[in-house]
């Protein structure tokens, strides 16, 4: 079965986008499947379904707490919430101010330990574009909602994406690890150090979904190679 989502994986990355090479900036050579997150002053009205979009409207500077122990509430505010289902790559809602929902694959890791995530089916590259007046940048968390509690229980992952925009060239910065598992603290630790790491959709019985929060940045850039046979 895994080998025939990598198939089905890199054909489809390969109809969507082609080979394209890219020199110098830091990602690799090859076809994959880009997302736009794009940083507005203001909320649009609409869903944003129902098509084959490559972006994600964000609220442009809003952040909120990114809890790093389980923590209970009875609602998550969900602007500038990105979550996550498992499927082929598609944006299902662009719309992150109320909510948007991105689909991916499950990324299974031939490696896979606290300190160390290598040899996955895919990797993620990030860099940031716009704008790079006032040094903008935005963090990036992989969370889960543990929906068997009652309140539900959200929990982050201790491993945070810095997107920064700077004066100059920007590079994209290999984020596979932070995006596709969480690095959890599952035991009393003032420090939030991680003990336990867990890929996406690993669980049933929890909700995952990415927590942007935007301090000015107007566009984030994702690429997401498939690994070749």
Not at 52 to 57: E, L, M
């Given at each position: 079965?895994?080998?025939?989502?990598?198939?089905?994986?890199v054909?489809?990355?390969?109809?969507?986008?082609?080979?394209?090479?890219?020199?110098?900036?830091?990602?690799?050579?090859?076809?994959?499947?880009?997302?736009?997150?794009?940083?507005?002053?203001?909320?649009?009205?609409?869903?944003?379904?129902?098509s084959?979009?490559?972006?994600?409207?964000m609220l442009?500077?809003?952040?909120d707490?990114?809890?790093?122990?389980?923590?209970?509430?009875?609602t998550?505010?969900?602007?500038?919430?990105?979550?996550?289902?498992?499927?082929?790559?598609?944006?299902?809602?662009?719309n992150?101010?109320d909510?948007?929902?991105?689909?991916?694959?499950?990324?299974?890791?031939?490696?896979?330990?606290?300190?160390?995530?290598?040899?996955?089916?895919y990797?993620?590259?990030?860099?940031?574009?716009?704008?790079?007046?006032?040094?903008?940048?935005?963090?990036?968390?992989?969370?889960?909602?543990?929906?068997?509690t009652?309140?539900?229980?959200?929990?982050?992952?201790?491993?945070?994406?810095?997107?920064?925009?700077?004066?100059?060239?920007?590079?994209?910065?290999?984020?596979?690890?932070?995006?596709?598992?969480?690095?959890?603290?599952?035991?009393?630790?003032?420090?939030?150090?991680?003990?336990?790491?867990?890929?996406?959709?690993?669980?049933?019985?929890?909700?995952?979904?990415?927590?942007?929060?935007?301090?000015?940045?107007?566009?984030?850039?994702?690429?997401?190679?498939?690994?070749?046979p």
């Open positions: 079965m895994k080998k025939f989502l990598v198939v089905c994986l054909l489809t990355l390969s109809l969507v986008l082609g080979s394209i090479a890219f020199a110098g900036n830091g990602a690799p050579s090859g076809s994959h499947y880009n997302l736009n997150l794009l940083g507005k002053d203001n909320c649009k009205a609409e869903d944003m379904t129902g084959n979009r490559h972006s994600i409207f442009l500077n809003y952040h707490a990114t809890p790093l122990d389980p923590t209970t509430s009875p998550l505010d969900r602007r500038n919430k990105i979550f996550l289902q498992e499927g082929e790559f598609k944006v299902i809602d662009g992150a101010c909510g948007a929902i991105f689909q991916l694959p499950q990324n299974e890791c031939d490696v896979l330990t606290v300190g160390e995530v290598s040899g996955c089916d990797d993620v590259y990030i860099r940031g574009l716009g704008s790079p007046k006032n040094n903008p940048y935005a963090d990036m968390t992989t969370c889960r909602i543990d929906t068997r009652e309140p539900d229980t959200y929990q982050c992952s201790t491993e945070t994406v810095t997107v920064e925009r700077h004066k100059g060239k920007s590079t994209f910065s290999n984020v596979t690890k932070e995006l596709t598992t969480l690095c959890l603290n599952t035991v009393d630790d003032p420090n939030n150090t991680c003990d336990e790491r867990v890929l996406l959709f690993t669980d049933e019985f929890y909700q995952y979904y990415w927590d942007y929060d935007n301090f000015g940045l107007r566009l984030a850039q994702l690429r997401f190679y498939p690994r070749v």
